[in-house]
DNA sequence: CGCAAAACATTGCGGCAGCATTACGGGAAT
DNA sequence: ATTCCCGTAATGCTGCCGCAATGTTTTGCG
């Protein structure tokens, strides 16, 4: 899962950032609502959270451009008004959810999840491949209703191409579902993890394997 | 848009398609689940309407059959039977949407809009080629849901033809869409990709054909 | 109708890009 | 203090793909 953090106060984003991350999710951050839009030009992100107060305007005006621009990617405000009057504002002009500072970021990873599990959304809850059954939100993993516990960023791969099982997945999709642009990657990391995540699947009998297209990307197959 | 409606009744099928076509869709109509998958494999239809009850059989058991099949177009079940628990059955099967009779066209319509506004159906696209499903977009060839490993260079010429399957494609198109400006090209390795892809399409039986317009450029075919 | 040239088709070969695997070490987490 | 994740890099290997040689079809022209 890949969130867009739009928010100015630097250390209660890096905070989340850090956070989130230990949940299996990568967010990319930035303070500036030029930047945001430009950035959901350039990714799929799976939810926005947005903060109302920006150096270079009210968030809230975020909403509608994207929107215009046919974006449906939920979004989240997270703020510190957070009178009844304001949050029927913000879910008036086209918030999915609103959330007042301070908050618990199990409290948010909930509403998160409450709001991409919605009809709309047609992200699926349960992936059943192999004898695996995935649940690419909660990003848990299980054989035989026994937990798979798997390293964060194998864990990612094995989801991202457990969304798409049978499908090709490109390489560059692999790598913006487990890396944000922070951390750059100049080597065969994501090689590496493929390879370690093949040798677990293999000693869990998981019941799949992972093909390479040469050139293309990488495929997870049901034997 | 282009819908494929399956249903017995006859008068409620052809009151719908005129309906549907004074809003500017086009209906194809069947009563056999037999012919309804041949349909879809011959057009891409938008979204399927799908009746329970028809003469050869119970019209659920035709959305794992499509889904196996590698189409995730959406489908809307319209029956007589709307108890909840039958609602559930129908959603769990893989159904879009399920909507009780009798029902406005209204409502229908409004449910078919809602159902193709759904993010991984607006990005989403396919091509139907002979037997082929291709997604443009994840560089993804699939016969029967079945993955069509092909290298890289002959999966771009495939590709690129796809995209204007039954017309003639200039040979400098094709050279763009595969090298980009750095590869020089100065031999007929266009040609070559044409022959090795015409062989691999042939030995998986992919129901089409790769016309060479003398001087002019490449055509793809249905068989 | 006949011949030649041009355009296209096919196929073997070799270089090398891309992939798989694994050992190593720094560093974070418990 | 120990464990394990994970980025890096070295090594070996597979098979893609550019090239060129050869065969086949089509077009142009007298």
């Known amino acids: 899962m890949r969130?867009?953090?739009i928010e100015d106060e630097r250390e209660l984003a890096t905070a989340l950032s850090v956070a989130l991350s230990k949940l299996g999710i990568v967010t990319d951050h930035t303070m500036?609502?030029?930047?945001?839009?430009?950035?959901?030009?350039?990714?799929?992100?799976?939810?926005?959270?947005?903060?109302?107060?920006?150096?270079?305007?009210?968030?809230?005006?975020?909403?509608?451009?994207?929107?215009?621009a046919g974006n449906d990617t939920p979004i989240i405000v997270l703020t510190a008004r957070n009178e009844p009057l304001e949050?029927?504002?913000?879910?008036?002009i086209g918030a999915d959810d609103y959330l007042g500072k301070p908050f618990l970021v199990e409290e948010l990873m909930?509403?998160?999840?409450?709001?991409?599990?919605?009809?709309?959304?047609?992200?699926?809850?349960?992936?059943?491949?192999?004898?695996?059954?995935i649940d690419p939100l909660h990003l848990n993993v299980a054989i035989d209703a026994a937990p798979l516990d798997l390293p964060r960023r194998e864990l990612l791969v094995l989801v991202a191409l457990a969304k798409r099982k049978g499908k090709t997945v490109l390489r560059s999709t692999l790598e913006t579902a487990v890396y944000n642009y922070e951390d750059e990657i100049q080597s065969n990391a994501l090689d590496a993890h493929i390879s370690r995540l093949r040798k677990r699947l293999l000693d869990a009998a998981a019941g799949v394997a992972i093909h390479n297209i040469r050139g293309v990307g990488y495929l997870l197959k049901e034997e």
């Open 3 to 5: 969130l867009l953090l």
């Open 32 to 68: 500036h609502l030029a930047d945001a839009f430009e950035l959901t030009r350039q990714n799929a992100y799976d939810a926005i959270l947005l903060d109302r107060r920006l150096p270079d305007g009210e968030g809230l005006t975020f909403i509608p451009t994207l929107r215009r």
């Open 87 to 92: 949050r029927v504002e913000g879910l008036d």
């Open 110 to 133: 909930a509403r998160v999840r409450a709001v991409l599990r919605r009809p709309s959304n047609l992200t699926e809850q349960r992936i059943v491949a192999g004898r695996m059954v």
